[in-house]
């Protein structure tokens, strides 16, 4: 069975769950799972969870994002990006800035703050996406949620245009942020375009373009890899049994806080993930069959 990862550079004007979904016409028997929703009008890095695989999409999922971010200043539009109406307009110039001055202003968004959902999003509400309410003229209010920014960066001024990189939190609308930019200059914005260009430990120059044929079995990333941005312990086999059995067991390792680590054994390879927290070990998600999996 094939168990892993692919890294796929998603194109324009396509959602992400219609392009992957090219995947199983390849391999009918196929289950697959992506890690991180990318608008149709985005491209970039889409992280693509296959067979057992999907079982761990949720911990890469979290991870941070970064992107790169066009952002037009002087227009408003209806969803937020380039996709929507025109819906306000003011004649804005760079002219009065320095680059210094705009570095300074989107500078403020790093570290926590609250953000509000756009109507346009993937977001559920009663099972349904929040675009299909938008789209037919239903406005859902939906809670702000905390985000975090790790790092903003000024690439270019062109014109209206602001090219930056931005490094955030899961579940950071990169809309809402080049909105909010906009009101700092008191000034309609919208998203002109969005490229991911990370995705946790994934990054779209190792990423590949969907193949048309055959699966890219060489591109495939292991389970243990793809997870690698968690510590790796190795317990005995009677140890590693007793967690698949939904035991906690006692350790001694040192750390500080609650950490999710992988685990193998010496004989079967990687196995899952367990938690450690305050002396016990505790399961978290296993691959179902591990025996021939290393």
Known sequence: ???????????????????????????????????????????????????????????????????????????????????????DSKKFSFLDFSSKDIENTIQKFLGKSRQKPPAFSALKHKGKSLYEYARKGIKIDKDEREIFISSIKLLSIVGNEVNIEVSCSSGTYVRSLAEDIG????????????????????YVKNAIKLPEDTLPID?????????????????????????????????NLKYDSSTILRLRDSKRGFIGLVEYNEGLLKPKRFLENFLSLS
């Open 1 to 87: 069975m094939i168990n892993g990862v692919l890294q796929i550079d998603k194109p324009k004007a396509e959602s992400s769950a219609s392009h992957i979904r090219r995947l199983s016409k390849l391999e009918p028997e196929l289950k697959i799972g992506h890690c991180g929703t990318l608008d149709p009008m985005a491209t970039g890095i889409l992280v693509v969870c296959l067979n057992q695989m999907t079982r761990f999409a949720s911990y890469l999922s979290s991870s941070e994002k970064t992107y790169q971010a066009c952002i037009y200043f002087g227009k408003k539009t209806s969803t937020g990006d380039s996709e929507g109406e025109v819906i």
């Open 183 to 202: 009101e700092l200059f008191n000034c309609p914005a919208y998203l002109k375009d969005l490229r991911r260009t990370r995705s946790g430990n994934f």
């Open 219 to 251: 591109k495939i990333i292991s389970p243990n890899d793809a997870l690698n941005c968690f510590n790796e312990i190795q317990c005995a086999p009677d140890i590693v049994d007793k967690l698949r059995n939904g035991q906690f067991v006692e350790s």
